[in-house]
């Protein structure tokens, strides 16, 4: 059965200039001069992939998301409708449905949650224009606190069977991975990983800014399940109080290490 994580683009927006910064990153090492077509795998909210209409300006630009929500706000930020917002599940996209091969796609932040990504990333390379560029980025931190506090806390939660299955999420490959493969599909790569150490709330505005981090993201699946206050608390209470043990207030703000995997392949023919 196919579940789909509901996602509230506001609160996935309150962080955007960190989860801006690995995007830029991978992009930076895409070394498309003048593409003509561009696709962004997991569009989210739109603003990263307004970004690449930005850099090439003459290029056709299209956003794929499954979400309606992310979409939606995607398609208002696009003031000027410079991007093509479609909604498509990537476990059931056909590149063929650009009606053009792609010569850059990118994918950011999104292959976490989809299923056996690692067999699609084949089909993608293949679709790509002579000459093209395929980049994409996962988080690697599913062993940091944020994440490994979420399933023991599930565990011992009344729930604990629902919960910790919708924390088995799709897993990631390291960078080998992704280079290994990549490789195998006749492309030139550069793989690598970087560990962000994110300030949160240097301003001190929020009394637990981690929480407020994965509840836009990694935790989404497990307030999906909540209905009922009592319930979510149990989870949510003692979830908080061990994040903000784990990660304390410093004179800077809360320091939120982020390990991300990074690959970016160029397929030469
Ligand atoms: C964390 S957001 C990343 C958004 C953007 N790429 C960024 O870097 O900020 C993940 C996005 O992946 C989308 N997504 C998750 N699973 C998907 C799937 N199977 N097909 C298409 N989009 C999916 C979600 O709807 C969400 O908008």
């Known amino acids: 059965m196919r579940t789909t994580v509901s996602w509230d683009p506001s609160a996935y927006g309150q962080f955007a200039q960190e989860r801006s910064r690995p995007f830029d990153d991978l992009v930076s090492r895409v070394g498309a001069d003048e593409p003509g077509m561009v696709v962004d795998l997991g569009c989210g909210n739109g603003p990263m992939t307004l970004l690449l209409a930005e850099r090439w300006p003459q290029a056709r630009v299209v956003g794929i998301d499954s979400s309606e929500s992310m979409l939606e706000a995607a398609r208002s930020l696009d003031a000027r409708d410079r991007v093509e917002w479609v909604q498509a599940d990537l476990r059931d996209w056909d590149p063929a449905s650009l009606g ?91 793989a690598w990983e970087t560990t962000y150490l994110h300030i949160l709330d240097p301003d001190a505005q929020d009394e ?27 989870f949510v209470d003692p979830y908080a109080a061990a994040l903000a043990e784990a990660y304390p207030r410093s004179s800077a703000g809360v320091i939120f290490p982020f390990r991300r995997v990074f690959a970016v392949a160029h397929r030469v023919r």
């Open 208 to 234: 637990n800014p981690v929480l407020s981090w994965v509840t836009a993201t990694g935790l989404r699946p497990v307030l999906d399940l909540f209905e009922d206050d009592d319930d979510r608390a149990a």
């Open 100 to 190: 053009e091969a792609p010569d850059v796609i990118v994918t950011s932040s999104t292959l976490q949650w989809v299923p056996g990504h690692l067999d699609l990333v084949g089909p993608w390379v293949e679709a790509l224009a002579d000459d093209g560029w395929l980049g994409l980025q996962v988080p690697g931190n599913f062993d940091a606190p944020s994440h490994s506090l979420m399933r023991e806390i599930a565990a011992g939660h009344p729930r604990a069977g629902e919960l910790t299955a919708a924390l088995d999420v799709p897993s990631v490959g390291e960078p080998a991975t992704y280079l290994r493969l990549l490789v195998r599909l006749g492309c030139a790569v550069d």
